[in-house]
């Protein structure tokens, strides 16, 4: 059977979407399909280059290749999901979010003004459309599914994908340190780990992994801090230094702004860490319990982070039943699932 993925890349950054469709695509050829990932460039320099991006995949026609029938296609994220295909199944990782939740909050930037409220309402058109006809609809965590069956009145299942390391993660014990992986933009909220360790009384320390565009500004509220003997920078890891810090760290920091899933979380709890969230972080609270296998703070806000940091460092033995815990919130997530319900509606 042929398959295509169809996703879209923002050109210059790489994260949990491509990851996950890279995994996507191997899962799917090592159980005998044949297997195509399909990629448009997305950008949104211009309202009508965004609008434009929707239009190139419903003009695309993937219905067969080089004569012969293409039998399945599985889209993931806005606009892929607006091409065209009779068994087109959608497994949802977002929408354009800056249309919808995000819309008029400090991470948005379509504004109120008429022009950018067409833009808004051509994308909810456009998503009700090209969500509504496929044949399976499917969302990565219930946050996703929610925003959707709000904003578009569709229901999507949700369909948890595991971590591209899942078999690889272990623990090595637990460290002095918080440790972050991630993309260093606003919506991680890494700033506030950082401010965090100004007001902890204990010694823990912190290390964050990761590019973006608050990497300058992270390493200068450290030095302006003097806190470049406790938090440190690593930049870009590869997955070995990776699965050595989940093995080895003392907790996982992970409290974004409604974060969509999170495959962070499942990363820690597969190492046995628990994870320090906050109570607006998304899809990372489908599986992070307070005072079970993690801390959800009120807030992302640096005293309370500052507080659950020095509580993990002084309770290591609380921490590592909290840590072990975690495994069990994610026992039945597996690929076999995932591959079994996106290709349901395959012949045979």
Request: glycine share 10%.
């Given at each position: 059977?042929?398959?295509?993925?169809?996703?879209?890349?923002?050109?210059?950054?790489?994260?949990?979407?491509?990851?996950?469709?890279?995994t996507?695509?191997?899962?799917?050829?090592?159980r005998?399909?044949?297997?195509?990932?399909?990629?448009?460039?997305?950008?949104?320099?211009?309202?009508?280059?965004?609008l434009?991006?929707?239009?190139?995949w419903?003009?695309?026609?993937?219905?067969?290749?080089?004569?012969?029938?293409?039998?399945?296609?599985?889209?993931?994220?806005?606009?892929?999901?607006?091409?065209?295909?009779?068994?087109?199944?959608?497994?949802?990782?977002?929408?354009?979010?800056?249309?919808?939740?995000?819309?008029?909050?400090?991470?948005?930037?379509?504004?109120?003004?008429?022009?950018?409220?067409?833009?808004?309402?051509?994308?909810?058109?456009?998503?009700?459309?090209?969500?509504?006809?496929?044949?399976?609809?499917?969302?990565?965590?219930?946050?996703?599914?929610?925003?959707?069956q709000?904003h578009?009145?569709?229901?999507?299942?949700?369909?948890?994908?595991?971590?591209?390391?899942?078999?690889?993660?272990?623990?090595?014990?637990?460290?002095?340190?918080?440790?972050?992986?991630?993309?260093?933009?606003?919506?991680?909220?890494?700033?506030?780990?950082v401010k965090?360790?100004?007001?902890?009384?204990?010694?823990?320390k912190g290390?964050?992994a990761?590019?973006?565009?608050?990497?300058?500004?992270?390493?200068?509220?450290?030095?302006?801090?003097?806190?470049?003997?406790?938090?440190?920078?690593?930049?870009?890891i590869?997955?070995?230094?990776?699965?050595?810090?989940y093995?080895?760290?003392?907790?996982?920091?992970?409290?974004?702004?409604?974060?969509?899933?999170?495959?962070?979380?499942?990363?820690?709890?597969?190492?046995?860490?628990?994870?320090?969230?906050?109570?607006?972080s998304?899809?990372?609270?489908?599986?992070?319990?307070?005072?079970?296998?993690g801390?959800?703070?009120?807030?992302?806000?640096?005293?309370?982070?500052?507080?659950?940091?020095?509580?993990?460092?002084?309770?290591?033995?609380?921490?590592?039943?909290?840590?072990?815990?975690?495994?069990?919130?994610?026992?039945?997530?597996?690929?076999?699932?995932?591959?079994?319900?996106?290709?349901?509606?395959?012949?045979?």
């Amino acid at each position: 059977m042929r398959v295509c993925i169809c996703s879209t890349k923002v050109p210059f950054t790489y994260g949990g979407a491509e990851i996950l469709d890279e995994t996507l695509e191997s899962e799917l050829a090592r159980r005998g399909f044949e297997v195509e990932r399909i990629n448009l460039p997305f950008t949104w320099s211009s309202r009508r280059e965004l609008l434009k991006s929707g239009l190139l995949w419903r003009l695309l026609d993937l219905k067969t290749a080089s004569g012969d029938e293409i039998d399945l296609v599985i889209a993931t994220r806005f606009p892929s999901y607006l091409i065209r295909h009779p068994n087109k199944v959608v497994w949802l990782y977002h929408q354009f979010r800056q249309a919808y939740d995000l819309h008029g909050t400090r991470y948005g930037f379509l504004g109120p003004g008429e022009e950018d409220q067409t833009v808004v309402d051509t994308i909810h058109a456009m998503d009700k459309r090209g969500l509504g006809e496929a044949r399976a609809l499917f969302a990565i965590a219930r946050n996703v599914a929610q925003r959707l069956q709000t904003h578009n009145g569709l229901e999507a299942r949700t369909l948890y994908p595991p971590p591209k390391l899942g078999g690889q993660l272990r623990c090595e014990g637990y460290g002095d340190y918080l440790f972050f992986a991630g993309r260093l933009d606003e919506m991680k909220r890494v700033e506030a780990m950082v401010k965090a360790f100004q007001h902890t009384r204990s010694g823990v320390k912190g290390k964050i992994a990761g590019t973006g565009p608050l990497q300058a500004s992270l390493a200068s509220l450290i030095a302006d801090s003097g806190l470049g003997d406790r938090v440190e920078l690593l930049g870009w890891i590869e997955d070995k230094e990776l699965l050595d810090h989940y093995a080895r760290c003392l907790a996982v920091y992970h409290a974004p702004y409604d974060e969509d899933y999170g495959f962070v979380t499942l990363e820690a709890f597969g190492a046995l860490k628990p994870v320090v969230t906050a109570a607006d972080s998304g899809g990372v609270l489908e599986f992070v319990r307070d005072g079970v296998n993690g801390v959800v703070c009120g807030a992302a806000e640096p005293r309370q982070m500052a507080r659950a940091f020095d509580e993990l460092f002084e309770n290591p033995s609380r921490t590592q039943a909290m840590g072990e815990k975690g495994k069990e919130a994610i026992a039945e997530i597996s690929w076999d699932r995932v591959i079994n319900e996106l290709t349901a509606t395959l012949p045979g």
